[in-house]
């Protein structure tokens, strides 16, 4: 090893670490400045997104340049640029474009799912997958509505039944 090459001391390591954890907090705060001036809500813990540009045809298209709510995609020297600290992976670049594969999202839900789209037909299978776990959401609150209502009419029937033991009694 050359005598002139130093080795990073412990310290060295511990400012290098701060210092990438500061560069994140302030890109997460510069983000979250750009995001909350489009007025758009922010769902996705995290997530990434890419254009084929070799499939992209560009120029005579554009559909989700029209469609991003919060103009993260530009027209620039012939391709479509994306300002990644502006996108919120909501899919609708994805939705309008009609070439499969083309844009392809990346997105971490609150509960570390992660959902990955590139076509339309990804986008209507989320969407089937969340309307089953609504119905099933559904399904199950009206099934506990059910048993108290039949809970409610079975103790009325027993309060009943035993005035009226109550009042032969008498
Ligand atoms: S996913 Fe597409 S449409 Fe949505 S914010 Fe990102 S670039 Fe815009
Ligand atoms: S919608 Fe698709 S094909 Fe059209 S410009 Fe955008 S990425 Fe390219």
């Keep these: ?87 919120v992976y909501c899919n609708a670049c994805v939705a309008n474009c009609m070439i499969d594969n083309c844009i392809k999202v990346e997105r971490t839900r609150e509960d570390d799912t992660i959902e990955k789209i590139g076509k339309i037909s990804d986008i209507i299978k989320l969407q089937e997958k969340k309307n089953a776990e609504k119905q099933l959401e559904r399904v199950k609150t009206n099934a506990v509505m059910l048993r108290h209502s039949y809970k409610e009419k079975a103790d009325d029937k027993q309060i009943r039944q035993r005035q009226r033991l109550l009042s032969y009694k008498i």
């Design 1 to 87: 090893m050359p005598t002139s090459m130093k080795i990073p001391s412990i310290f060295d390591l511990m400012n290098e670490e701060e210092e990438t954890e500061n560069e994140e907090k302030e890109r997460q705060k510069r983000r979250k400045e750009l995001i909350e001036a489009t007025g758009v809500r922010e769902l996705f813990r995290d997530g990434k997104i890419s254009i084929n540009k070799f499939t992209c045809v560009g120029g005579q298209c554009k559909l989700c340049i029209k469609a991003c709510p919060t103009n993260a995609l530009y027209w620039s020297v012939g391709e479509i640029g994306i300002i990644e600290d502006l996108c």
